[in-house]
């Protein structure tokens, strides 16, 4: 009995003991009944197939990729302050189409094109005025211009052209006449005879014929020849021997015809008509930089109240004779005297005695310049 009676109580506590330590479902009912200690299994909770929601709303899933911005072009530097290349002159060449570069090209990336960039720059809405070629101002320039031909990239430089009075025109003569394409004694004056020498040799040399000298032109004229000596450049010229019979001494030439007869000898300018000595005046010629012209001319024009655009000077009562050299008033030679000289005119200082002859000499009229 008193077996019996343990065996009892020790399935009732192994009973309780099962019901605190099962993991049951948590209902409210009771467990079933064990029936034998020794095969009662421990069946763990069932996992759960997905987690519930909290009350309220779903959260949103976050998509899949994040959008992004589209990348903004980069507008990178082209060229810019220093540079020197081809690049570069092409540049100033098609900033030169738009007036925006007056220079000549040079490939040199200096300040006078970084001042034409931002001027360029400036002058279109919509590029950064900055002085430096980024892509969209090389991108804008280039949609309004055109591919720069080779006289845009190396334009020629003019060395002497017509109305030039110089000594490298004188040279220019002499050249000319070792080829046999200048006949006179080389005067420094640029007129017509040498524009048409200077055709010559363009032609004969395989160069544009136009008659100026540009820097192709000057080349190949002095790899042609030799430099000059200066009998070559200034040529004696035969002093005519003057009967002592002729008035005042005059040049022979002056005896015939309608003539200002002008002597370097003495400084007189005689106005003769037919041998007759009609006015005599005081002159003053040209600086030995810039000498008046010996030889025998014409009046070709003649402008009561011009004024010298060349050299800024007034000449009134001007008788043309020899490309820009005349006959003319000057009031410094009439302060001055013979201190200094003209750029190759003949002054006169006796206003009123040039203001008659003004009125008497006629274009076509006869000009003797002579020692």
């Not at 020498?197 to 136009?210: F, I, M, T």
């Not at 106005?271 to 600086?287: A, I, Y």
Request: glycine share 8%; aromatic share 8%; hydrophobic share 30%.
């Amino acid at each position: 009995m008193r077996s019996a009676h343990i065996r009892r109580s020790v399935v009732a506590v192994t009973a309780a003991a099962l019901l605190l330590t099962a993991c049951g479902s948590g209902s409210d009912t009771d467990p079933e009944p064990v029936a034998n200690e020794a095969t009662t299994e421990v069946t763990a909770e069932p996992e759960r197939a997905e987690e519930e929601e909290p009350d309220g709303e779903p959260e949103d899933e976050p998509d899949d990729e994040e959008t992004e911005e589209p990348e903004q072009p980069v507008d990178e530097v082209v060229m810019g302050a220093g540079d020197n290349s081809e690049r570069v002159r092409e540049l100033q060449a098609r900033l030169g189409q738009v007036n925006h570069f007056a220079a000549k090209p040079t490939g040199f990336y200096g300040d006078v094109t970084v001042g034409a960039v931002a001027a360029y720059q400036e002058a279109h809405d919509g590029l950064e005025v900055s002085g430096t070629v980024h892509t969209s101002t090389w991108e804008h320039l280039l949609a309004r211009t055109t591919e720069p031909t080779r006289d845009e990239l190396f334009p020629r430089e003019q060395v002497m052209g017509y109305g030039d009075d110089s000594e490298q025109v004188r040279e220019l003569q002499a050249r000319l006449g070792q080829l046999d394409l200048f006949d006179d004694n080389p005067t420094g004056y640029y007129g017509n005879v040498t524009v048409e020498a200077v055709k010559a040799y363009q032609r004969s040399a395989g160069l544009e014929a136009g008659g100026t000298v540009y820097d192709d032109t000057w080349a190949a004229l002095t790899s042609a020849t030799t430099k000059p000596a200066r009998d070559e450049m200034y040529v004696p010229v035969e002093v005519p021997v003057v009967e002592k019979e002729t008035p005042a001494g005059l040049d022979t030439r002056c005896m015939t015809g309608r003539a200002l007869c002008i002597s370097k000898s003495t400084n007189r300018l005689s106005w003769v008509v037919d041998g007759t000595v009609r006015t005599t005046l005081d002159v003053r010629f040209g600086t030995e930089e810039y000498p008046t012209r010996e030889g025998q001319f014409t009046v070709y024009w003649k402008s009561r109240d011009h004024h010298s655009t060349l050299y800024d000077s007034p000449m009134p009562f001007a008788m043309f004779f020899d490309g820009g050299q005349a006959v003319h008033y000057s009031e410094n030679f009439r302060q001055n005297g013979y201190t200094g000289g003209s750029y190759g005119c003949v002054n006169v200082r006796d206003r009123e005695a040039i203001t008659a002859l003004f009125d008497q000499v006629r274009e076509g009229d006869k000009v003797v310049v002579h020692w």
